[in-house]
Nanobody, 119 residues
Framework: VQLVESGGGLVQPGGSLRLSCAAS????????MSWYRQAPGKERELVAA????????NYADSVKGRFTISRDNAKKMVYLQMNSLKPDDTAVYYCHATGWVLATMRDYWGQGTQVTVSS
């Protein structure tokens, strides 16, 4: 099982980034996918989530209206479009998969990608 994030980097306040997460080794289309983030000295927090068929999403209040999560089940990819970025969005962003396999909940994490918002 692998979740590989990409697309992080340094961006100025007000700018945009698009994070990508490439999944392999599990039944991607059966899993809910999420993006989490962890800033230095803070706990990891949920940023956005999308269910297996993409028909429902939810967002942390702090990113509503600025971030959009999406997925492409054919490509086994999940994305996070981040607009109007703020310094408070600086964190390591992690891709997360959650699903049920034979009545057992499974979850997987990526290694993270750094997003830094600074002038």
């Amino acid at each position: 099982v692998q979740l590989v994030e990409s697309g992080g980097g340094l961006v100025q306040p007000g700018g945009s980034l698009r994070l990508s997460c490439a999944a392999s080794g599990f039944a991607f289309s059966s899993y809910s996918m999420s993006w989490y983030r962890q800033a230095p000295g803070k706990e990891r927090e949920l940023v956005a989530a999308i269910i297996s068929d993409g028909s429902s999403t939810n967002y942390a209040d702090s990113v509503k209206g600025r971030f959009t999560i999406s997925r492409d089940n054919a490509k086994k990819m999940v994305y996070l479009q981040m607009n109007s970025l703020k310094p408070d969005d600086t964190a390591v962003y992690y891709c997360h998969a959650t699903g049920w396999v034979l009545a057992t909940m499974r979850d997987y994490w990526g290694q993270g990608t750094q997003v830094t918002v600074s002038s």
